[in-house]
């Protein structure tokens, strides 16, 4: 049987592994030790569960589109994390690790934040759990995504600009990683996705994989059988996508559709199609398919998502990928924006621009009229409202 999950030595396949500096062994190695016994306890699990059903509003409801059905000729269902508190399913994510975080005695929070929604889902755990934030964020971003950067302030963080390479969300990753060098005993570097050094990656698909458990629950209801026969996800990091496969991996009945972001076209050079193009490479403390030039420069991706450009995939994606256990589809920003205004017409739903690559996905599967789809909405289009009103109109 093939091996999806992390192995002992933090590896999925030849993907993953810990590439730090010296001086973070000791605060990574710390970590590793404690994830698994800390997520496996009783208190935690029972302080977890409490959160996200009273704090974040879980079980997110699985609903049954019958607009997307009739039109693709499947029952599709849309997991909706659209509906959690603040907007996507990133908060499920900061919720455990602020748990696990004081749990380890850390006092104090780091996180980095490209579009900004890391940063304000970790900047609200934050503030509720009273804790000290300190959120990286490229410069150009800050510019780009103000309201995001008022909020995470509202929330008593600090929004700290940064002014390196790009003034991007790589840069701001730099940044993160060197301030939890400089604070390895009372600090916790909240990752956003399932990137970064092992045990990250296993971490964050295990605190998002609450998303399948609840699927398996739903679909058993509704369905009278706990797996569909396509789960359909958009892939940036990779957090939502695992959080939905999670619990679904050694179902070879169960179909895995991964939308990456085409940008304006996979060889047009604006593109974040990191699993199309790229090739084996070391970013943020991992092994895993990157976009980069010859000389392993990392190429500054591009797409009209803010959220799916990062120029790496998670470990744990570009395993499944190899190994042809996931499809991945490169979806460009005209196919997610058309997808996005017909779901608003159709289902009164204005979803994310991420969200709106995985719906797209849709008009490139062929299914069978018995066939079983969920579709897992990562997140709500609010953020990207003046993006949509700038080609209101045209689609
Ligand atoms: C951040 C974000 C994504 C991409 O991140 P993943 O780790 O790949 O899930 C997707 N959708 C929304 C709404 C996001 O905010």
């Known amino acids: 049987m093939k091996q999806y999950s992390v192995d002992e030595s933090g590896y999925y396949g030849e993907f993953g592994g810990a590439y730090i500096p010296e001086i973070l062994h000791k605060c990574v190695n710390d970590l590793e030790k404690a994830y698994l016994p800390i997520i496996e306890s009783r ?7 409490q959160l996200l059903h009273d704090y974040v509003g879980r079980p997110s409801p699985l609903y049954l589109s019958r607009q997307l059905s009739e039109r693709f000729g499947a029952k599709i269902y849309l997991k909706r994390e659209d509906l959690n508190h603040t907007g996507a ?3 499920n994510n900061t919720v455990g690790q602020i748990l696990i975080a004081r749990e380890m005695g850390k006092t104090r929070i780091i996180a980095e934040t490209g579009a900004g929604q890391h940063g304000v889902a970790t900047a609200t755990v934050c503030a509720l759990m009273q804790m000290p934030c300190t959120v990286y964020m490229g410069e150009t971003d800050v510019k780009r995504q103000q309201v995001n950067v008022k909020k995470m302030e509202m929330l008593g963080a600090k929004v700290v600009p940064v002014t390196s390479g790009n003034m991007t969300l790589k840069d701001a990753t730099n940044e993160a990683i060197r301030d939890w060098c400089s604070h390895p005993t009372d600090t916790h570097y909240i990752i956003g996705s399932v990137v970064g050094p092992h045990p990250y990656p296993d971490m964050v698909a295990r605190l998002q994989s609450v998303i399948s458990k609840e699927i398996k629950v739903q679909l058993t209801e509704k369905e009278g059988r706990d797996y569909p026969d396509y789960l359909i996800a958009c892939v940036g990091g990779g957090s939502n996508a695992a959080g939905t496969i999670y619990e679904y991996l050694d179902n070879d009945k169960v179909n895995i559709v991964l939308a990456e972001a085409g940008g304006k076209g996979v060889d047009s050079g604006e593109t974040a199609a990191t699993i199309h193009l790229g090739s084996q490479g070391v970013l943020h403390g991992c092994r895993t398919l990157l976009m980069q030039t010859e000389d392993g420069q990392i190429t500054e991706p591009y797409s009209i998502s803010a ?14 990928a190899v190994q042809n256990r996931a499809q991945v589809i490169d979806i460009n920003d005209d196919e997610a924006l058309k997808a996005a205004f017909e779901l608003t017409r159709n289902e009164g739903i204005i979803p994310a621009l991420e969200s709106a690559h995985a719906l797209a996905a849709l008009e490139k599967i062929k299914f069978k009229p018995e066939d079983i789809v969920v579709l897992t909405l990562s997140g709500r289009g609010d953020k990207d409202l003046d993006t949509y009103f700038k080609y209101e109109g045209q689609y």
């Open 43 to 49: 208190q935690f699990q029972r302080d977890f569960s």
């Open 89 to 91: 399913h990133k908060i």
């Open 307 to 320: 959220g799916l450009d990062y120029p790496g995939i998670g470990p744990m994606h570009a395993n499944l």
